[in-house]
């Protein structure tokens, strides 16, 4: 018999049993709709994510003076005692500060689609005054440039950014944080902008408030006066002073790449040799992101192993109910042979029921799961996605298990022997 005319002999056998095909259906769908649903859903994080996090700096790492590290523990230490192949820096090189005219050169040289900013923290902390009202003595001055804002991730809320000419030129205009804005001109900031300060000795012109950004267990990201780096050169310099250059990426998942090419980039800049390690510091912004992501890949690991458990017990409930059918059917395979039909063709139907069974659950299970999965996305504000990898590697599992479950019946069925069925009541 063709291919056609079997496949729709096993047609007509699973839609003849209305409810235990729906229900075997329904089993298998469930376990297809756990496995996508939940990758769906995990994907759209994912997503949302990388935006996230992206607008909270874990797109971006900086290039320090190795001196600017906080040591915890000594474990790289140990590590380079450990190696006696380890690259080493020269002692007259291994603390060497990074000077304003390198970070210019790396600004100018580095071609990654990203953006870099140079900024210089004023030594120390200090008191702004306006008139008679003053801050603590632990503002921070920060002096950066026109993309330093976007890097750190800080908003304007009242004001403007600065331009090039208040960076080439250095001149005293200062954007204020939350806190220190809110201090020197109280809660609702009335006429802060155009307005003046005093930092230390220093009049600023005012261009700028922040929105507030929150604290850590560090310092008040609200707590800062932010002018341009020409000008902290100007006024705060100090012997040995070592400038730090910022770089954001615009897709997080490009950023070893980006941290690669500022490394080999940076080390020219240095004239460092090739046997020698870098005398710099790579600062990455984005570990609680990977930390997110590994944990989100755990729950894979988990939705994967809940679908193939779902999906095993319905290979073994659909290998059951394909062995009560040949059971019932004994007389029909009896009959068929009979007529003609070979084990050979009693076994392929067999088999198609199995696998058509299985198939369409898996069909409705990926519809059901992208849909699950796309409510959370829509919960997130992310975009409507289409797994085609998870749709794939769905519908291949339960056509898998159905060819496993019936293979079994199917076997069965086509070794009766026609007399002995004929005579089944």
Known sequence: MRFLDIFSLAYRSVSGNKLRTGLTIAIIAVGITVLVGILTAIDSMKSSIYSSFASMGANSFSLRNRDMQVHIGNDDAKASKGNKNARKVRKSNSNKTISYQEAVQFKERYTFPAIVSINFRASGITTVYKDDKKTNPNVNVIGGDENYLDISNYTIQDGRNFNALDVSSGRNVAILGKD??????????????????????????????????????????????????????????????????????????????????????????????????????????????????????????????????????????????????????????????????????????????????????????????????????????????????????????????????????????????????????
């Not at 519908?395 to 479950?405: D, E, K, M, Y």
């Open 180 to 425: 220190v804005a809110e201090k020197l001109f109280g809660k609702k900031l009335k006429n802060v902008v155009n307005n003046t300060i005093r930092v230390g000795d220093i009049r600023y012109r005012v261009i700028g408030v922040l929105e507030s950004k929150g604290s850590s267990n560090l310092m008040s990201a609200d707590n800062v006066v932010i002018t341009t780096v020409n000008n902290t050169r100007r006024i705060f310099n100090r012997p040995n002073a070592s400038y730090q250059v910022g770089v954001a990426v615009k897709d997080i998942r490009q950023m070893e790449a980006a941290q690669g090419e500022a490394t080999g980039l940076f080390r020219v800049i240095r004239k460092l040799d090739l046997n020698e390690e870098d005398n710099f510091l790579i600062s990455k912004s984005d570990s609680i992101a990977e930390m997110l992501f590994s944990s989100l890949a755990k729950v894979n690991l988990f939705a994967v192993v809940i679908a193939f458990v779902t999906l095993f017990g319905s290979a073994i409930g659909l290998m059951n109910i394909m062995l009560v059918s040949v059971a019932e059917r004994t007389r029909e395979i009896g009959v068929t042979k009979a007529l003609g039909a070979t084990s050979h063709t009693i076994r392929r139907q067999f088999l198609y029921e199995a696998i058509i069974i299985s198939v369409m659950g898996g069909l409705i299970g990926v519809f059901m799961g992208m849909l699950l999965g796309n409510i959370v996305s829509a919960l997130l504000n992310s975009s409507f996605i289409i797994p085609w990898l998870w749709i794939l590697i769905g519908v291949s599992l339960c056509a898998a298990v159905g060819l496993i479950s019936g293979i079994y019946p199917a076997y069965k069925a086509s070794r009766l022997d026609p007399i002995i069925a004929l005579r089944y009541e």
